[in-house]
């Protein structure tokens, strides 16, 4: 999961670009970056670290140019990002190409050795995107029939990495001297939404970004998403050009994106963000009145923020008192997207206080968005217990995580996972609550495509079921291999 985005507009660029990564820090707080575009000339500042960490206002004054892309990250491997991963990345040929990416490609392997021993290429890290952006390269300098470069011609090459490529992708690149590319994958895994404004002048302002809550902020109309396997070209002079560039296109969203990723003020593939989480507190709670023995709650209590608009209607819908016993401290990153177990566990406390008053003596029922590992859950049931809780239930908005996520979330290895191979009795002793109630598929499902027309969603850490259709076994040892290494 990162957060990407791509301006094309009249004025200087460098702020917006910044302000709009601060709308975006959720998606990842590993390292950011920005590149513009003057000219023919890239201008690029990128470093570990949140947004604000990774420029000062002399980085700031370097990025010349109306146009160009930015990027925040979290690792997906376990490890936080080393430098030479930090996007965008760069080559410079054909013409010189920035670009930035939000997803994981699953045939790596492959790609690597096509890339070395076919396509003639050297990429400088392990990092999906920069092999992605090779691809690229290598597929425009194909496409090339003449002097100057098209936008068939661009079309053309991002249609020959999508029979290249599997796995998920949004991404967005900079082309020196002509403009700004976009693309999406056939199924549409990974978010990418277009929006347009005019200046004052009247000339058009284009904008692609993970998350409509940023083109909302920065004044732009919603124009729509990006399609799945469509590519998107901005020139020069503000012109937009568009083509599906994929024979088998079919939009397959991904569910956690609504569960957790993405902020509740976001509308993605037509579908508003807080509106399905509701939908998520109202079908869970259908689920615990059947699993709990009556009169078992006195309070229900979210865990802050995701959370909270399922924990709101849960107990809207059990007619039992909603409290806030849990309080957030906002300079602590989420735990679930910071690398490494140790650092989760250390953060839990930092991030999250409790209020003593709202647990003394009650039977609490815990609402989270979802439960990946279980470390923040085992210290959250704790601490309700140290704060003098009587009985703890801990309730999930989503289904329980068995599987691994090879689409660009970080849950890459089953060992990792505190539902695979458990019963929900095993779950609840490992986190030592009372009861634990999950979400059922069948209800998440429910809960995001309520009156849309999306027929499918991509759930596979849920259900174990890959669309991209290239995961087996052999590629989970592998990648089990890959991460430990």
Known sequence: MCGIIGISCVDSVNQQIYDDLL????????????????????????????VREAFRTRDMRKLFGNVGIGHVRYATRGAAASDEEVQPFYVNAPYGITFVHNGNLTNTHQLEQDLFKVDRRHT???????????????????????????PDQLFDAVGLLHQRVQGSYAAIALIAGHGLLAFRDPCGIRPLILGQRKSEKGRDEW??????????????????????????????????????????????????????LARPDSVMNGISV????????????????????????DVVMPIPDSARP????????????????????????????????????????????????????????????????????????????LAGANKVTFTSAAPPVRYPNVYGINMPTRTELLAHGRTVDEIADLLAADHV?????????????????????????????????????????????????
């Open 274 to 297: 807080y509106g399905s989480r509701l939908r998520m507190g109202d079908l869970l709670a259908k689920t615990i009145i059947q699993s709990l023995p009556k009169g078992d709650i």
């Open 124 to 150: 400088n890290s392990s990092s999906d995107t920069e092999m992605l952006l090779n691809v690229l390269a290598t597929e425009i300098q194909s496409c090339l029939t003449g002097k100057d470069l098209s």
């Open 310 to 385: 399922s924990a709101m209607q849960v107990a809207k819908k059990l007619g039992i008192e909603y409290r806030e016993g849990f309080y957030k401290n906002r300079y602590v990153g989420r735990t679930f997207i910071m690398p490494g177990q140790a650092e989760r566990k250390k953060s839990v406390r930092q991030k999250l206080n409790v209020l003593g008053t709202e647990f003394l003596g009650k039977n609490v029922l815990i609402v989270d968005d979802s439960i990946v590992r279980g470390t923040t859950s085992k210290e959250i049931v704790q601490m309700a217990r």
């Open 437 to 485: 109630v999950y979400q059922t598929r069948e209800d998440l499902k429910k809960s995001i495509i309520k009156d849309s027309d999306i027929k499918d969603l991509e759930m596979s850490c849920f259900d174990g079921r890959y669309i991209s259709g290239d995961i087996d076994e052999d590629y989970f040892i592998w990648l089990e291999k890959h991460c430990n290494s």
């Open 207 to 260: 904008i692609v970004a993970s998350e409509s809550l940023v083109l909302e902020n920065s004044g732009y109309q919603i124009v729509r998403d990006v399609n799945p396997g469509e590519a998107i070209f901005i020139d020069n002079d503000a012109n937009l050009y568009q083509r599906q560039c994929s024979k088998n296109s079919k939009l397959i969203p991904c569910a956690f994106e609504y569960v957790y």
């Open 23 to 50: 709308l975006l820090q959720h998606r990842g707080q590993d390292s950011a970056g920005i590149v513009t575009m003057d000219n023919y000339t890239f201008h690029l500042h990128k470093a570990r670290g949140s």
